[in-house]
């Protein structure tokens, strides 16, 4: 045992990690900087944890921020603190009116992770969220793009260093690279917990897949696609093909539940692409292949794209839905490949489901892609979507790619 550390109730208590978890519960800068500047262990003292609950400085200094009864909630309202996100105070000390505010700020600047999870599964955001500190969870929602943002360049760093000496191959990313439309790019609590191997993108187009019940599993029950998303297909088909006659590109079969709408909205020009063989195999024996305008394509779209661009094929709409892809390879869609596809007064969408294993990750990650997306010339409208309870959707698939209650649409075109 370490000197300043005791055992109570059969477990380790480091002394010198209590008291940071304390000083930030306290929200006492000058204590926990005092702390931190002693600490003799190799590991960032902004991120302890708590042996029981998990908590991390900033979980500790959130949770602290409870309010105390109804009353102090009633305060807060009349104080202007609501607990619509919509209405939040830009950013700035002078803005934030939530304490702890500083104590969060000192924390983040000292390398606070800012999805650390806790015993519960919570991540610092999560708590701030669930007890309607709004103000602290806007907070931690610019931490994330911040953090975000910043491995998403060091990725690029990384893959131009690495580029002469190794084949940085799409198909397989980390766990915590993935994201497509229905991995999370910031799942690093429950890829890490979850039972089974890794969802990469070798390995799902590999794997057998099973059609029944209105879901598509992979070999290891990972969800693919799956029937409750239908309404958001159908609004966003709609969205990017306003008429008929129009020419669209899809990208990502799946179960075919958009590319069913897209047909009723008589498109031109229907292509396809889809890399999993199992699927194309599927999409042949239901008689894609002789459906009005319909062109398939197999193989991955980094494969397809760049010989329609060649061959001069242009579209009015696309769209985007992929499985096991990384957040990388969709920026490198959107910011390399639309210019050469999309016709300069065309609209296109993709499946919204990054980050949706929980409310702060999807937050952070529509930051991001506004960003990238206003970076790479193309402006987005959102639309909220009410999500079906999924209560049962789950039962027999091993990760639950949604969780939030709401869905946004988004809708790009080029920038004027």
């Known amino acids: 045992m370490e000197l300043g550390d005791e055992q109570l109730g059969g477990v380790n208590v480091d002394i010198g990690v209590q008291e940071i978890l304390l000083a930030a519960s306290q929200h006492d ?43 102090s909630g009633e305060t807060r309202k009349a104080n202007g603190l609501g607990n619509d996100a919509s209405a939040l105070p830009e950013e700035g000390p002078s803005n934030i009116l939530e304490p702890g505010s500083e104590m969060v700020r000192f924390l983040l600047q000292e390398g606070a992770i800012w999805n650390d999870l806790d015993a519960n599964n919570e991540t610092p955001g999560c708590i701030a969220k669930r007890l309607g500190l709004d103000e602290l969870y806007q907070l931690m929602v610019d931490a994330g793009v911040r953090a975000e943002m910043l491995l ?8 131009l260093q690495d580029s002469d000496e190794e084949d940085t191959s799409p198909a397989d990313v980390t766990p915590e690279q993935q994201t497509g439309e229905h991995i999370a790019p910031s799942e690093a609590g429950n890829a890490a917990s979850a039972q089974g191997p890794d969802v990469t993108g070798s390995r799902y187009l590999q794997s057998n897949l099973a059609f029944n019940d209105g ?44 590319d069913n709408i897209i047909q009723t909205l008589q498109p031109s020009v229907h292509h396809i692409v889809e890399a999993h063989p199992a699927v194309v195999e599927e999409m042949k024996r239901k008689g894609w292949h002789e459906k009005p305008g319909v062109v398939i394509h197999q193989g991955k779209w980094q494969e397809i794209v760049p010989e329609l661009i060649n061959e001069g094929q ?39 489901g990054m980050g949706a294993d929980r409310q702060i990750s999807y937050d952070v990650y529509q930051k991001v892609v506004e960003m990238d997306l206003l970076e790479a010339g193309f402006d987005v409208d959102w639309e909220e979507i009410s999500v079906p309870s999924l209560e049962g959707e789950w039962e027999g698939v091993r990760r639950k790619y949604w969780v939030i209650d709401s869905y946004r649409l988004p809708v790009c075109r080029y920038l004027d």
């Open 152 to 159: 998403n360049r060091l990725d690029e760093y990384e893959l």
């Open 314 to 352: 242009t579209f009015d709409a696309l769209y985007y839905d992929t499985f096991a892809e990384s957040y990388s390879d969709f920026r490198a869609f959107f910011s390399e490949q639309i210019i050469g596809l999309l016709d300069i007064n065309g609209k296109w969408s993709y499946f919204n």
């Open 29 to 71: 800068i000058s204590r926990l900087r005092e702390l931190i500047r002693s600490f003799d262990k190799a590991e960032n003292p902004a991120n302890v944890k708590d042996p029981e609950t998990g908590y991390s400085p900033l979980h500790a200094a959130i949770a602290a921020c409870e309010p105390d009864s109804e009353e």
């Open 215 to 258: 879901r598509l599993l992979d070999q290891d029950q990972n969800g693919v696609m799956m029937s409750w998303e239908s309404e958001i297909m159908e609004r966003s088909a709609k969205a990017i093909l306003p008429e008929s006659g129009l020419r669209v590109l899809n990208i990502g079969h799946g179960m075919g539940i958009i």
